[in-house]
């Protein structure tokens, strides 16, 4: 059936919400994950694509947001794995005798820094 829907059953009609809910509830228990809203995908979506360096006028677009502040300031958010990487950028530029940088340093701040909120 050609409705213009977007999320369709196997058979092209409307997806029924209580259905939805339960095919996301046990997705999320197969990953292993806790619950989350459905609509966490979004937000998910636009920080995946800016940790990819995905330009956020893009990002503004695909989720059809109006303002790209919207696009900023509520969609899109920093991970753990982020502020680690940016950390170790900055200890790449001042080394000392003692703190010898080596390959592992982003996994080393990302260990040291995981889960720690940003000051």
């Given at each position: 059936?050609?409705?213009?829907?977007?999320?369709i059953t196997e058979?092209g009609t409307k997806?029924?919400?209580?259905?939805?809910?339960?095919?996301?509830?046990?997705?999320?228990?197969?990953?292993?994950?806790?619950?989350?809203?459905?609509?966490?995908?979004?937000?998910?979506?636009?920080?995946?694509?800016?940790?990819?360096?995905?330009?956020?006028?893009?990002?503004?677009?695909?989720?059809?947001?109006?303002?790209?502040?919207?696009?900023?300031?509520?969609?899109?958010?920093?991970?753990?794995?982020?502020?680690?990487?940016?950390?170790?950028?900055?200890?790449?530029?001042?080394?000392?005798?003692?703190?010898?940088?080596?390959?592992?340093?982003?996994?080393?701040?990302?260990?040291?820094?995981?889960?720690?909120?940003?000051?």
């Open positions: 059936r050609d409705d213009n829907l977007v999320f058979v997806l029924n919400a209580p259905n939805l809910r339960r095919q996301w509830e046990r997705l999320l228990n197969r990953a292993g994950v806790s619950y989350l809203k459905f609509h966490c995908i979004r937000h998910t979506f636009a920080t995946q694509l800016l940790e990819r360096n995905v330009n956020i006028k893009t990002i503004q677009y695909l989720l059809g947001h109006s303002s790209i502040q919207t696009t900023l300031n509520i969609y899109s958010h920093v991970s753990d794995d982020s502020k680690a990487n940016a950390i170790s950028k900055l200890n790449n530029i001042f080394p000392t005798d003692e703190n010898t940088i080596t390959e592992d340093t982003v996994e080393e701040t990302k260990a040291e820094y995981k889960g720690k909120p940003a000051s």
